[in-house]
């Protein structure tokens, strides 16, 4: 049986690329669903930079707007070309937008509201790409 097409916008495929390669590369789901969400949002921010839809960050000198929140001791992670602040939370590792954690529920709920009854499907064909790289060269991969 031939596999079928999915019309869908970028930003949620690459949510879920980065999240199976993430876990691919050790990554628990919880954990990788927000490194996931969080490699696609800065992907979305350049590509709006460079697009002229958002403005650069404020140069340096400036003082930043204030977060909303005040933002917790974070460490990085590299995924698919990209540095990710990740924070410690009672559920475990997860990646960080605007200074607080994503969780992981938000984004398994906006991968199911995108890809509908396919999310499955297309998870499992991200999965058997995936296992066809060592996970040494799926980190060398970006977008």
Request: aromatic share 4%; charged share 20%.
């Amino acid at each position: 049986m031939p596999p079928h097409t999915i019309q869908i916008n970028r930003a949620p495929v690459l949510t879920l690329w980065a999240a199976v390669v993430a876990e691919r590369l050790g990554h628990d789901r919880g954990a990788a669903l927000t490194l996931g969400k969080a490699v696609a949002g800065a992907n979305a921010q350049s590509k709006g930079r460079r697009l002229g839809i958002f403005e650069p960050p404020a140069p340096k000198g400036e003082k930043p707007k204030p977060a909303k929140r005040p933002e917790p001791a974070a460490h990085q992670v590299s995924l698919l070309g990209r540095s990710v602040a990740v924070v410690q939370t009672p559920k475990g590792p997860r990646a960080t937008a605007k200074g607080a954690a994503i969780t992981a529920e938000s984004v398994e709920r906006y991968l199911v509201s995108k890809f509908g009854s396919h999310l499955e499907e297309a998870r499992a064909a991200m999965e058997t790409l995936a296992r066809s790289y060592p996970p040494n060269r799926l980190s060398e991969i970006g977008f």
